[in-house]
């Protein structure tokens, strides 16, 4: 059973980092899509960014552009979330998810991935 944890979380002040790791078990990390996703308190899950199997492909969605960088460690069987220039906005819990190992490309939907983290929480406040 694959299993997913996340590390890494915490309170920051805004334009401040943090950089998120998700630590992948019983099973091979390369077989796998990866996407991290967050939930602010009151809100519906929302997609932050996602990995192709290999890393060369990466999407992120647009409030996260330039401040955010996915990656992935295959061997280490980890994938990153690097966070820059947090705002309060970014607020919430993070997670990272993995789809079947057929599935070849990103999905935006979170009911497509199988497997969950339990969650980091980050904080941005002063």
């Known amino acids: 059973q694959l299993q997913l944890v996340e590390s890494g979380g915490g309170l920051v002040q805004p334009g401040g980092s943090l950089r998120l790791s998700c630590a992948v078990s019983?099973?091979?990390?390369?077989?796998?899509?990866i996407a991290w996703f967050r939930q602010a308190p009151g809100k519906e899950r929302e997609g932050v960014s996602c990995?192709?199997?290999?890393?060369?492909?990466?999407n992120y969605v647009d409030p996260m552009k330039g401040r955010f960088t996915i990656s992935r460690d295959n061997a280490k069987n980890t994938v990153y979330l690097q966070m820059n220039s947090l705002k309060s906005d970014d607020t919430g819990v993070y997670y990272c998810?993995?789809?079947?190992?057929?599935?070849?490309?990103?999905?935006?939907?979170?009911?497509?991935?199988?497997?969950w983290g339990q969650g980091t929480q980050v904080t941005v406040s002063s």
């Open positions: 019983g099973g091979s990390l390369d077989a796998r899509v």
């Open positions: 990995i192709s199997k290999s890393g060369a492909s990466t």
């Open positions: 998810a993995a789809l079947p190992v057929q599935s070849a490309r990103c999905v935006s939907r979170p009911n497509y991935y199988g497997y």
